[in-house]
């Protein structure tokens, strides 16, 4: 495992992903050297701030497609898109972000290929993944359908505590966008979300979203 999420750093070149410097082991650990983001997690960031505009939340989800558009043109999924994993490069208010934790990414070895092995963390990985009836790439674009939800009201989309009830709570796309916190979020932006949080895989916008959105003519503001 760790191996090969070396091999994988190594390969990755993309200003929104950690950059990869070194590595070396002891007897018993192995440590990776990243690029040093000092500016601490996009979590961090929502709890300080509540929730983001729609235009701060735009640029950030942005930043993160634009990661993981790169991933998946390389066949790699990342299986654990969450806020956590997303690090600001500095504490200044306009930072880049960069993707980091490649811990359970894997690289699929053909188009059809699906992954069988639990992936994601709860709340953010796909139905399908919960479910344990094999995933791909749209697992990554459900877990930015949940970000983005996030970054917009400062809380999830799925609320259960359980794992049998949260797997009913996303397969039924119950997502709901309360009025109190969501009327002054454009109709765009909501479509955008649910066209990333859709139980069906085979359905759910690609890492290719902005061709989807100028075709729609939809995307966040």
């Known amino acids: 495992m760790v191996y090969d999420e070396l091999e994988m750093l190594q390969k990755l070149k993309h200003p929104h992903i950690v950059k990869f410097v070194d590595w070396f082991e002891s007897r018993d650990k192995f440590y990776i050297v990243t690029q040093l983001a000092t500016g601490g997690e996009l979590f961090d960031r929502i709890c300080e701030q509540g929730k983001f505009t729609e235009k701060d939340a735009a640029e950030t989800i942005k930043q993160i497609l634009l990661a993981v558009d790169f991933l ?37 070895d053909g188009k059809g290929e699906s992954l069988k092995t639990m992936a994601g963390s709860f709340g953010y990985a796909a139905p399908e993944v919960m479910r344990k009836e094999g995933h791909g790439k749209p697992v990554d674009m459900w877990s930015m359908g949940v970000i983005t939800y996030t970054l917009l009201c400062g809380y999830s989309p799925f609320r259960s505590e359980n794992l049998q009830d949260l797997i009913r709570e ?13 009327k002054d979020v454009s109709n765009d932006a909501k479509d955008f979300i649910l066209h990333l949080i859709n139980p069906d895989a085979d359905q759910r916008w690609t890492s290719e979203v902005e061709h989807h959105c100028r075709h729609e003519r939809k995307c966040l503001s």
């Open 170 to 182: 996303c397969t039924e796309n119950s997502v709901v966008f309360h009025e109190r916190y969501w």
């Open 72 to 108: 998946h043109k390389n066949n790699i999924v990342h299986r654990d898109l969450k806020p956590e994993n997303l690090l600001y490069l500095s504490r200044d208010p306009d930072s880049d972000l960069v993707l980091a934790d490649f811990g359970i990414a894997k690289m699929l």
